[in-house]
């Protein structure tokens, strides 16, 4: 049995994934989740902070730590939208390099969404898929197959955190800023519905914070236990319903739900309001869950390439 780390650094939290494989096969896996905000501020100033760097390299150093540790054959580290957007970007690349010796994957909008398909089709038994990632500062959409690969892919600028600092300067959110939200997100994903208006007969399915987070909301979650998120589903009605229920709340109040991570409280509304547009738009009536994602994903490439 091997071990490896895949490390995702988003624009709202940073993951570790440490997987043990067995045959060509994932056979446990850990996962750790930090709260670094690599987007914050980036739509305004176009740049990272000194805050927000060190922020995200303490948790870093932390998790390459934690790494090795566990006696690990190999660490990847890939970084999505934020630092993708950042002027400064090798600023913190480069300090990680020097400082961790570990070497950052700056990946595309595109090539996000390919180890995101990958990390659920490998995991997920159905023939056609179209997945669903809403992430921090962007969003895609995957539709493909296990026979013909990924038939379409795309990637747009809306994000749980993106949209937050745009829309939201109250709190609770107003019902213009409400209404402003919803119409910028249903403009950016008008010009999409024609590209995926080949998906009828496929399984959608739903990845990233924001959609596991509404799943462990809806089972009043005490602890997170991602085994009962993993292929949960969601309706558009249930979807709807707890978005009402929070549009009154303010972060404090929204902090004490079941099921939410208090530091997702103040992007929860924007990720779920992106989420039921999506279903509006593309007239989807219910959505499958997947635990497995892009980390998953390049554990999948890895042992394409090396085991």
Known sequence: MKKVAIIDIGTNSMRLMIATINNGQIVDREKTLETTRMGQGIDKNGYLSGETIERNFAALKKFVGIAHKQKIEKIVAF????LRDASNREEFIHKVEKEL?????LLSGEREAEIGFKGVMGEIDTERLLVIDIGGGSTEFILGSKKE?????????????RMTEKFIAHDPISAVELKDLE???KEQLLPLKEKLSLMEDAKIVGIAGTITTLSAMKQQMEYYDWRKIHQSTLSFKEIAGILQQLIP???EERKKIKGLQPKRADIIIAGIVILKCIMEVFAIESI???ESDN??????ELL????
């Open 295 to 300: 980390l998953e994903g390049m554990v999948y």
């Open 183 to 185: 119409k910028n997100i």
């Open 101 to 105: 010796s570990l070497e950052i994957q």
């Open 149 to 161: 690969g990924i038939e379409s892919l795309t990637s747009i600028n809306i994000g749980a955190l």
């Open 79 to 82: 970084a999505t939208s934020a």
């Open 304 to 307: 394409d390439l090396v085991f």
């Open 288 to 290: 499958m869950i997947s």
């Open 249 to 251: 709340l303010n972060i």
